[in-house]
């Protein structure tokens, strides 16, 4: 995964990583892409001279809050209308519903917290503008998240890129690490929950 990672940052460059950073936060097709470990990944690339590190950190943070900001008012604009909305390619009720337990539990941490988190991360500014959060505390929340998203992993790419010798040979375990990370909150929930596991092996059984 880590070769596909690298292969498309070198083809697209920054024009594709800020493309899919802007896709991934608060679009409802954001699900679809690698995120953290992207990040990390454009980072590393940056330490080895492929990018500029400022350009980067720069560019991410600009698109990961500026996709917030267009999930907060398609919310706004839908409102609980969003909740009836048929599943499609790109559109799982499920995982609004999720999103919104996530932010009844969390409040507007969600919009911080979420960005760490795989489908969560996409539906969260949604959930926030359907349920009219404030937009000054949604933008303090989505500016902090951009921080610790956009710029912490892809600085913790450039950092380890830049001071562990020949950490390419350790970039597909450390991309493994991160996307298992990413997904815990999801297995842990699975794990503990017993709805959503008979949920998951009716699907199973169903799908046989």
């Not at 907060?72 to 209308?81: A, E, H, R, S, T």
């Not at 375990?173 to 842990?188: D, K, V």
């Amino acid at each position: 995964m880590h070769f596909d990672l690298i292969s498309l940052i070198k083809t697209f460059s920054y024009l594709g990583v800020f493309t899919l950073v802007f896709l991934e936060s608060g679009l409802l097709i954001g699900f679809l892409f690698p995120g953290d470990s992207l990040l990390f990944t454009a980072g590393f690339l940056a330490s080895q001279g492929f990018l500029d590190i400022y350009i980067l950190i720069t560019g991410c943070f600009i698109f990961a809050v500026l996709g917030d900001t267009i999930g907060y008012f398609i919310g706004k604009k839908m409102g609980p209308k969003i909740f009836k909305k048929n599943n499609s390619i790109i559109f799982n009720i499920n995982h609004l519903k999720k999103a919104q337990k996530f932010y009844d539990k969390h409040g507007g941490k969600t919009i911080i917290l979420a960005r760490f988190m795989p489908i969560v991360r996409a539906f969260a500014p949604i959930v926030a503008g359907a349920g009219e959060m404030d937009y000054k505390k949604f933008m303090i929340f989505n500016l902090a998240g951009g921080v610790f998203w956009a710029i912490g992993i892809t600085g913790a790419g450039y950092y380890l890129g830049s001071m562990i010798p020949n950490i390419d040979k350790y970039l597909f375990p450390i991309i493994g690490i991160i996307i298992l990370a990413s997904i815990s909150p999801a297995l842990h929930a699975i794990l503990i929950n017993a709805e959503i596991r008979a949920s998951i092996i009716n699907k199973f059984k169903k799908g046989i």
